[in-house]
């Protein structure tokens, strides 16, 4: 205790420098982990934190026996892993292409189209979505009426949403994977594509057996920081397209999203805190676990 | 030199590619500005068209009948960004250096105490209890700007770019003399700038972008920020207050559905405009702390 002491009064400025920092997430992110009672109280607002009655673990039985956590949990997690998968994938071929190809001007174009989505915010997305799928009014349907077929409803349908949700996604964070996938490519030696070409390897052939298998690693690594955080969804995006639809909840509901219309819509804080907490330990047990495998393999990219 | 016939085919289908990808990304601006120049007869009749039958000028002329609320829905973003990003720059930089320099004895502790946060939180609902029930902060720009000042992954970003400073510079500036704040101000902040530029940057766009802090805490209708004004707008047409009532011709519709496409090019505007120097910032910045940051 004396040697805290004396090491505060010596580096007082650092301590001074940093407390903000200790403060903001004293406030913010430490305190609120005492909320996390919430989620074994039947919560009201007369009573608040410690004055609500205290059920045990009521919340997580009725999330669990309502089929609510299996629903929400499946829907989280295969999102995120086809948003991943698609995402990675079509970032790589993108940033080889952008590698390869000859043609300045045509490369930077593109690159700076595809980069563009990653400015704007998610609002805008629900304006697309607005423009495009509208029951009334969409260009969509309204395209497919000139076409001839058949009126189709898209908020009558809980199909297309899906495939609506995944291609913005992978459209927002195209140009930015792409950036990052390119960033590596450039660190590879120009000797092994100079000596493949004298050997006479086509520049198919050159993809195939330089620059993919020295991207695999980059790719992994890649893959595997996003699979820690498989279970934390991504609220704007699904919130800005499907909004309150509840008919199209089966197919597209979250955890973020079903914890946000806890708090804001069915005023559920108890059952909204217990989803958020079972989301928050699960998250942190598949972190530690790919840090764990990270580690394991390639250390120095650890992330603690 | 001919070129050979695998690169031709590379080559093609590389543009092919690229050329569909990037099209894609463009199709959904293309069809909000086209939207917003349609008339709205033509949409109530036939919906939206990829190019307008008639073009109209109707939904902006509504929007600057009374341009007041936009405007000031402008001034709540630009001050909601500006101080956000000042103060939350200063902050992250100022724990990044401490948290850099090696004698500094409790830095791993406390870099873990600042990374487990990330780790696991309480979740939405008891932040935003604590914000509103206990820090009396609903309604309030604090609301906006205060509880997204700092990220765990900016401060730790922000270290590591410092940790690459050679440490003879601290070291030598100690024996001039210099105190610790001195010597971050004056010497490694000044060589920090493209860090401090892609963090900034990171740190506008995302105070920019938020509707969702808005959409917590927000009711007064002079506080709401630019991004939650158009997610009202989009929900109804009618949170815009326009006067257009004095139009003569027999067969005019107010414009809605236009007005709310009209609205999402004035509110984005701005950053496509400001894209070309965003975008140069934003590679230089990735590509300095790669993949891992």
Redesign the interface.
Known sequence: MIGFFREVARNRVLFLMIAPALLFFALFSYIPMVGVYYAFTNYSFDGGLFGSPFVGFDNFKFLVSSGELVTLTRNTILYNIVFILLSNFLQLVCAIFLAELPGRWFKKTSQSVMFLPFFISFVLVGAFVLNLFSSQNGLVPSLMAQLGLPHYDFYMHTAPWKYIIVFFHVWKGLGYGTVIYLAAIMGFSEEYYEAAKIDGANIFQRVRSITIPMLVPTFILLILLSLGGILKGQFDLFYQIVGQNGSLFNSTDIIDTYVYRSLAVNFDIGMGTAAGLYQSLFGMLLVLCVNYIIRKTREDYALF | MKM?K??IA??A???V???I??I???V??L??IT?SLSSETD??A?????IPKHFSLDAYRAMFTNPAQIYQAYKVSILVTVAGTAVGLF??S??G???S?KE???RNG?A????F?T????????????IV?Y?DMKDTYTSLVV?G??S?WN?ILMKNFMKSIPDSIVESAKIDGA???RI?FRLILPLSTPGLATIGLFMA?GY?????TAN?FITTDSKVPL??L??KI?ASASVLKTSIAGNLSPNFQPPT?TL??AA?VV??GP??LL??F??RY??KG??IG???G
Do not use: H
């Open positions: 050979e695998s690169t590379f080559n289908i590389g543009y590619f690229l050329s990808l990037s894609l990304c463009l959904p601006f069809v909000i939207g949409i109530i036939s919906g939206f068209q990829l902050l992250t100022m724990a250096y401490v948290l320099r500094f004895k409790y406390l873990f105490y600042i990374y946060t780790l696991f939180s309480g979740g939405l609902i008891p932040w935003y209890i604590l029930n820090l509880p000042l700092l765990a401060i105190g610790d704040f971050y766009l920019w972008n938020d509707w969702f917590l991004q939650f158009l997610y989009l559905e709310k496409m999402a509110v984005t950053i496509i894209y070309p965003l975008q934003f590679v990735l590509t790669a993949v891992k």
